[in-house]
C-alpha cells in the first residue's frame, strides 16, 4: 500500500499533524478567531513553507518504507524462506494487531495523553468477545467485544476530562483494573470452546488476506482520512498543540479528549476479539506485552508523545517494521530475550535519527 499523505493544503489552514504543537495550536487559533492568511495577497512564501513540509513528511514515510524493505531484504539474504509469500503474509499478520491498537493510540496522543490501560483493555475484551461468542452469533459477539473496550475508553476519558487528572496516572489506575476485571470474568482461568464461526470471522481469509490484515489496512486508511480531513482530528491535533488555545477557540476539548479515548479502547476491543479468534480460546493474561509495543510503533512512525503531530500511516508502517525485525530474528533462531534488546535498540535509534533530522530541519 502506498504511504498515505497526510498534509494539509494551505488554502485547509488546519493545524498540521506533522507540526510542532505551538505550531499546531498557532494555526488552530488563527483559522478560527482570525481570517486565513491566504486570504490576502502574499508573495508565495507561504506556498514555499507549505512544499517544505510537504517535501519532510513525504522524506519520513518514505524513510519507513526504506527501512521495511531493508529489514525484509536484509533477512531475505540470510533467510531464503523469509521472502516465502506465506511468511510474508504472516509478518503482516503480526503486524495487524499491533498496528490497529497504534492506530488507537495515535488518537489519544495526538491530544497529548497517553492510554496506558489498552494492554488490559485487550485482555478484557478477549476474554468477554470468548464468552459473547459462545452466546450470540459471531457477528453481534465481535460488536459487544468492541463495545466493551469502547466503554474502558471511555471511562478513561470521563476520569481524565472530569476529574482533572493526568492520563498518566488515570490510564495507569485503569489498567491494572481492567487486568483484574479480565481475570475475575475468565475465573483466573482461559476460555475454551470458541464456536468455529467466530474463529471463521476473524481468523480466516479472504482471497489469500487474512481477515486481521485487511481490516488494518482499511483501518490505517480510514484514520489518516479522518485525521486529515475531519473537523475532529483538526480538534485533536490543535487539543495536543495547546489545550488552553483550543478551548479559547470554541473547541470542546473534553468532549473531544474523552472520544479519542474511546475510539482507543474501540481499537483494543477488535484486537481483544482477533486474538480470541486467532488463538481458538481467550486468554485473560493476553495483552500485557502489547502496550509498549503499540506505543513505540506509534512514536517510531513520528507521533510525538508531548501531543498535537502524528501520523496514521507512519503508526502503520511502525508497526510492520517491528513485526518485520522480530520475525527475521526468530528466523536467525535469535532468543527471545535478545529480540526484546534489538526491538527496543532500533525504537531508541529511531527516535534518534528522527531528533537529529529535526533538529536540522529547526
Known amino acids: 500500500m502506498p504511504p498515505l499523505s497526510e498534509s494539509r493544503s494551505s488554502a485547509d489552514h488546519r493545524p498540521d499533524p506533522e507540526q510542532g504543537p505551538q505550531q499546531g495550536a498557532a494555526s488552530m487559533s488563527q ?22 513540509g510537504l517535501a519532510g513528511r513525504a522524506a519520513r514515510q518514505g524513510g519507513l518504507i526504506v527501512v521495511i524493505i531493508a529489514l525484509v531484504a536484509g533477512f531475505g539474504i540470510a533467510r531464503p524462506f523469509f521472502l516465502d509469500p506465506t511468511n510474508l503474509m504472516n509478518v503482516l499478520l503480526q503486524a495487524a494487531v499491533v498496528g490497529i491498537l497504534a492506530l488507537g493510540q495515535t488518537y489519544v496522543l495526538l491530544t497529548g495523553g497517553i492510554d496506558l490501560s489498552i494492554g488490559s483493555t485487550v485482555a478484557v475484551t478477549a476474554v ?4 459473547f461468542a459462545q452466546q450470540v452469533p459471531a457477528p453481534l459477539a465481535i460488536l459487544l467485544a468492541i463495545g466493551v473496550g469502547a466503554l474502558c475508553g471511555l471511562a478513561n476519558g470521563l476520569l481524565i476530562t472530569v476529574t ?8 495507569l489506575g485503569t489498567m491494572s483494573i481492567y487486568a483484574g476485571l479480565a481475570l475475575i470474568i475468565a475465573g483466573g482461568q482461559a476460555v475454551y470452546g470458541i464456536p468455529v464461526a467466530f474463529e471463521n470471522a476473524l481468523a480466516g481469509g479472504v482471497a489469500g488476506i487474512p481477515i486481521p490484515v485487511f481490516l488494518f489496512v482499511v483501518l490505517t486508511v480510514v484514520s489518516a482520512l479522518v485525521l486529515k480531513y475531519t473537523i475532529f482530528g483538526e480538534y485533536l491535533i490543535a487539543i495536543g498543540g495547546n489545550s488552553e488555545v483550543a478551548r479559547l477557540a470554541g473547541i470542546r476539548v473534553g468532549q473531544h479528549t474523552a472520544t479519542a479515548y474511546v475510539v482507543a479502547g474501540a481499537a483494543a476491543g477488535l484486537c481483544g476479539a ?4 486467532r488463538l481458538g480460546a481467550a486468554d485473560p493474561t493476553l495483552g500485557a506485552d502489547l502496550l509498549l509495543t503499540a506505543i513505540a510503533a506509534t512514536v517510531m512512525g513520528g507521533t510525538k508523545l508531548a501531543g498535537g503531530q502524528g501520523s496514521m500511516a507512519g503508526a502503520a508502517f511502525g508497526a510492520i517494521i517491528i ?3 522480530t520475525a527475521g530474528l526468530t528466523s536467525l533462531n535469535v532468543q527471545a530475550f535478545y529480540q526484546q534488546v534489538a526491538v527496543g535498540a532500533a525504537i531508541i535509534l529511531a527516535l534518534l535519527v528522527d531528533q537529529v533530522a529535526r533538529s536540522r530541519k529547526a
Open 31 to 52: 483559522s478560527t478567531l482570525t481570517p486565513p492568511e491566504s486570504a490576502t495577497p502574499t508573495s508565495g512564501g507561504g506556498t514555499s513553507v507549505d512544499l517544505r
Open 323 to 325: 513485526a518485520t525485525l
Open 274 to 277: 482477533i486474538l480470541t479468534a
Open 128 to 131: 468477554s468477545a470468548g464468552l
Open 164 to 171: 482533572g487528572i493526568t492520563p498518566f496516572i488515570v490510564t
